[in-house]
């Protein structure tokens, strides 16, 4: 329950697709145009905003993407804001491209989410922000009106806006919208790796404006050419395996019931609201202030893995821990079992 990826594979057509042409096409550098055709009728479908697919990017996942946005966007010494917690690979990406990442206190009053307060308050304004919803580690989504309000203060602060939607498709609380619909310059980074179940097949994309096609079509050739052909051609398929990802969406609603039904009675019930992906952020603050050290001795003891929250937050990182439940169902309930007699017997690490 440690790493963010489903224990699925990729779904069967996917794989199938994949078997029918490995021995019929030579695998050169390639980008589909099926694949951004129906990257592009994605945002039209699901949130109502129209994208040529020249604007669509294809990635080796969305670790490119999100390199290829920040480069093409920001040079050297520009300041970006980011949740705190948030995904590690922000601020690391942040720095190995000398960004200054700017990090923005986020906690329960704000739904461990980027505010757009907060970014109208930042003296002076960044250049940039890094919005997730559904948010990693947290799973918190932000609401429409907040969204909006996000885009309008990006707007009139000029603060360019870099939108990791890659949670998108696994939600608890109904779709959750692309920041395309209120703000459609932003440039928004996606992937295979969560909601399509082929984190291994390294495919992703980015969205950029129409302005911003030829610069980041000049870093993408060289910096990374093109994703793996074999992804590209499974990747397409894999948009008409909805039956079998909502089975997997259905999963993990399922275990996210389990576990907040169960946690709560073992006295964690400082969680942050898991409205999609796949996590369940804990605070362990009652118990350690040393989240690594909680995670191995959770892990030798128990047999549960866990990411530690420092992974997600320098700062206060210490007293929270997250789990991922992208595993079957009866992982959840074995994990669920052991975890209580653990907490019982260990009041202080
Ligand atoms: C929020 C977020 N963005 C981006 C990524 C990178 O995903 P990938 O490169 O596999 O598409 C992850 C992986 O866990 C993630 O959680």
Redesign the pocket.
Known sequence: MEY??PSTGAPSAAIAAAHRVLDADAMGYWENPGLKERIAQSYADDHGVAISPDQVILT???????VLALNTLFAPGARVAIARPG?V?YRNTLKALHIVPVELECGDAERFQLTAAALAALDPAPDGVIV?SP??PTGTVIARAEMAAIAQVCARRNIRIVS?E??HGISYVGPVDSMLRFAPDALV?N????YFSM?GW?L?WLVVPPDLVEPARARMGNLFLTPPSLAQHAGLAAFDCCDELEGHVANYARNRELMLAALPGMGLNHIAPPDGAFYIYADVGHLTNDSLAFCKRLLEDTGIASAPGIDFDPVDGNRFIRFSFAVSTAEVEEAMARLGPWLNAHAEI
């Open positions: 963010g990826q080796c996942g969305a670790s490119p993407a999100l995904y690979a997730a948010a990693n990791d890659i949670y980074v992937s295979f790796s969560k984190a390294r992703g």
